[in-house]
């Protein structure tokens, strides 16, 4: 019954022509290049190129970083001796060695030769020590050391701490002047010259030999220590042992050098 209805109202509906659409190939182009432009296909290669250029250079840098890191550490657990800081420290050692021979040279000549003393300006048994540089100063007159004090009431102290400073020394202070003593210099002699050279041989020993403070000898076996602390087992190599070379020629420059200095102040206070 459904099925003669159907076919009943099927029979009622007018037949309508449906148009056929057709596409020519030249529309067919048409769409396609709008979707996929060769300008479009250019951007997005250009895009992708700088990326892979970015990320090569990157690549590039981050193996340069790690290439210089690598030959720093290498370079770091190598032997080797900083021989600049060697010369430095020779250098230092050699002027440290002149300037206490000047002094010594000079004997007792010397502005200076109080600053070491210690005075005692405690009043009625008070214990009061202070350098001998807080109360005065020292100049040289004819064959008087003249010294200015700072406070008038330091006079007596002060020649007190000379007189028991081992200097065979004493002094007056000025009646003209009560803040002046006057000290006279004691002549030289054979005796004090003699003192003075074996002094000075001393000061040379040190600042040779001494493996206690800074000596060429210590200053030289720090630094091979600290080469042989590196090398461990290791084979010396013909660079590092000529390393060894240049230390040890560098040493022995400076020993000549302070041989030298000590051989002429020597002489000079002997003369």
Excluded at 214 to 226: D, G, M, P
Aim: a positive charge; aromatic letters at 6%; glycine letters at 4%.
């Amino acid at each position: 019954m459904f099925r003669s209805i159907i076919k009943h109202q099927r029979g009622l509906l007018p037949r309508v022509a449906v148009p056929r659409v057709t596409y020519s190939p030249a529309s067919l182009t048409t769409f396609h290049s709008f979707h996929t432009s060769p300008v479009s296909n250019a951007k997005r290669s250009s895009k992708k190129g700088k990326k892979r250029q970015q990320d090569e250079e990157e690549e590039e840098e981050e193996e340069g970083r790690q290439n210089a890191k690598d030959a720093s550490a290498a370079q770091e657990s190598e032997p080797t001796i900083d021989l600049d800081h060697v010369t430095k420290s020779f250098e230092t050692i050699l002027g440290k060695f002149n300037k206490q021979a000047t002094d010594i040279k000079l004997g007792k000549m010397s502005t200076k030769i109080f600053d070491e003393i210690d005075v005692n300006v405690g009043k009625r048994g008070e214990d009061i020590v202070v350098p001998f540089t807080a109360v005065g100063q020292t100049n040289i007159q004819g064959r008087n050391y003249v010294i200015n004090l700072y406070d008038e009431a330091y006079g007596q102290n002060v020649i007190n701490a000379i007189m028991g400073s081992g200097l065979n020394m004493s002094g007056t202070i000025d009646p003209n002047n009560k803040f002046q003593i006057k000290v006279p210099i004691p002549p030289v002699t054979t005796e004090s010259k003699e003192a003075n050279a074996k002094r000075l041989k001393d000061v040379y020993e040190m600042y040779r030999n001494n493996q206690k403070t800074n000596s060429l000898n210590s200053v030289r076996a720090e630094a091979r220590h600290k080469f042989q602390k590196k090398l461990k087992l290791k084979k010396m190599t013909d660079t590092q042992h000529q390393i060894l070379k240049k230390l040890e020629a560098l040493h022995k420059t400076y020993a000549d050098k302070l041989a030298d200095s000590f051989k002429a102040a020597e002489k000079s206070i002997l003369k």
